[in-house]
């Protein structure tokens, strides 16, 4: 099992995340989900794991500018070769087809170890760019065909979920990022709606 660093999800996951299994971290446009999915990265850092980082929605600078607000020092892990950001972003700008972008980003990922964690940001992104084409849900087939046997996090906004009926149902578990609002504060939390590995699932909100 894979543990995220955030113990209370770990408790629900049974121990965490299970080795190989694609997670969707879906979250309301509302809510950032970027400290969320920094943190869970840093904790694999931390355990030694190589993570990849595919980013199609802001440049590599500021990716690591996001780890920094989160005060997570991610260049010793840079160095070591232990994470390594694929750049989508700037393809997608220069208005490359989705078809070329995803070859690009296989490119990058030849002949990595299934121990390697691979972080997708974000599933909406591609969507968003391409619209809701068949051409783009292939695409994204085939980049996660060619990485079968690893564990996949992806990212994508909660409204998209309905119209990628494809991805949720391919996915072995889903955490949902929501948020209650009461007068002025707003307060985030999670529940997992979906985890294949366990039985008797409790699907209750936890604040983070």
Known sequence: MIKTGISSLDIILQGGIKEGSKVLVTNNPEIENQQFINHIIYTLLEQKRKVIYITNNKKEITVKKRFKECKLNITPFEKNKKLIIVDAYTDIVKKESIKKVIEKIKKRMEKISQETIIIVDSLSSFFDVYGAKKEVQRSID????????????????????????????????????????????????????????????KKEAMLF
């Open 142 to 201: 085939q980049l996660l065909d060619g990485v079968r046997k690893n564990t996949v996090l992806i990212t994508n906004t909660m409204w998209l979920k309905k119209k990628n009926e494809v991805m949720v149902k391919k996915s072995d578990c889903i955490i949902e990022l929501k948020a209650i609002e009461k007068e002025i504060i707003l307060r985030k939390y999670f529940m997992v709606s979906k985890a294949r590995w366990i039985k008797n699932l």
